[in-house]
């Protein structure tokens, strides 16, 4: 196997902070009221965060679309997050909606794949942290940042069997060959996982204890080795 140094890891995995006011989010977020819905192949085709500059909706993949989170960019959106990442794109006749407790997305053969799900669910949001979440009586009871695909967005946070996979490519945001895990009892592992073939590990830090990995909204990135989070728990930390 060849080698893979180390620091490759800070390669693949995009580490996103923006320094964006998020005071008041919780009043200012745009509320998603269910009946609400997207178009692949016209408008709207996607929601914004209310500061704008992120938005959820479809975004162009291969021939046809996906559904997913991106930073809007000049030229370029960044693409941060994807729902249900491995499926094939649907083409331009997909809608994604939200009907009483339940994110779908469905493609032309009228199939809906489950985006988000849970019983009581009243309302959705993209918030200005890039967090798509759906609440119940004003309380978040699904967010995206649970189910991180190959970023890491400030004010999330991995935790215990969490992973990040790289994409295929920088255009195909399928899952990769790279996984970062958190595991407790080792700390941050990198394998490289090719074929059904056992995984490559090539990383491994600190090879102790370890808790939670929290990328701050400043972009500081810790990890921390225990519950309590004071800086006499951090095991390593970008500056
Ligand atoms: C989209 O739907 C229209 C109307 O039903 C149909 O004519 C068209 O072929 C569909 N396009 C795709 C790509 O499925
Ligand atoms: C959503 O979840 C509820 C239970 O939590 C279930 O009864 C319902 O069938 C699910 N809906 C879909 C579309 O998966
Ligand atoms: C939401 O409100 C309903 C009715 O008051 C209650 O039954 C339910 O438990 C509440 N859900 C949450 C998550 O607070
Ligand atoms: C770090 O993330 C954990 C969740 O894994 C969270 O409970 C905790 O409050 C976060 N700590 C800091 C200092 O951000
Ligand atoms: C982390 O997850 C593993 C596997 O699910 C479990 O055995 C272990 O107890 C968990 N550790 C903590 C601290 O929750
Ligand atoms: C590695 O990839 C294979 C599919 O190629 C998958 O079945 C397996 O679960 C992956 N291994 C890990 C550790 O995720």
Same mark, same amino acid.
């Given at each position: ?9 800070? %390669? ?11 005071? @008041?989010?919780? #009043?200012? @977020? ?40 991106? %930073?809007?960019? &000049? ?9 249900? &990442?491995?499926?094939?794109?649907? +083409? +331009?006749? @997909?809608?994604?909606?939200?009907? &009483?407790?339940?994110?779908?997305? &469905? ?5 809906? =794949? ?31 940042? #649970?189910?991180?695909? #190959? ?18 490519? +920088? ?9 970062? !895990? ?7 592992? @990198?394998?490289? =996982? ?26 500081? !990135? ?5 519950? =309590? ?11």
């Amino acid at each position: 196997m060849a080698h893979v140094p180390s620091n490759i890891i800070l %390669l693949l995995f995009l580490l996103v902070s923006f320094h964006v006011d998020v005071i @008041a989010e919780e #009043d200012e @977020a745009k509320i998603i009221k269910p009946g609400s819905s997207l178009y692949a192949g016209k408008q709207p085709s996607s929601w914004a965060s209310p500061s704008g500059n992120f938005e959820f909706g479809f975004y162009r993949q291969g021939e046809g679309y996906a559904a997913g989170i991106w %930073l809007v960019g &000049r030229p370029e959106n960044t693409i941060v997050w994807t729902a249900k &990442r491995d499926d094939p794109p649907v +083409s +331009s006749n @997909a809608t994604l909606f939200t009907t &009483r407790g339940v994110l779908l997305l &469905r493609t032309e053969d009228g199939v809906e =794949n489950v985006i988000g799900n849970q019983s009581g669910v009243d309302s959705a949001s993209l918030l200005d942290t890039r967090n798509l979440v759906l609440y119940e009586n004003r309380s978040v009871v699904w967010e995206s940042f #649970d189910i991180p695909t #190959d970023t890491i967005l400030g004010g999330q946070n991995l935790r215990n069997d969490s992973v990040l996979i790289s994409s295929v490519s +920088s255009s195909n945001h399928a899952t990769g060959h790279y996984y970062l !895990l958190l595991k407790s009892d080792i700390g941050l592992v @990198a394998n490289l =996982n090719i074929s059904s073939a056992a995984a490559y590990q090539y990383w491994v830090f600190p090879n102790g204890f370890s808790y939670s990995l929290n990328l701050s909204e400043s972009g500081v !990135l810790a990890l921390y080795s225990s519950l =309590n989070f004071g800086q006499e728990n951090i095991v390593l930390a970008s500056t």
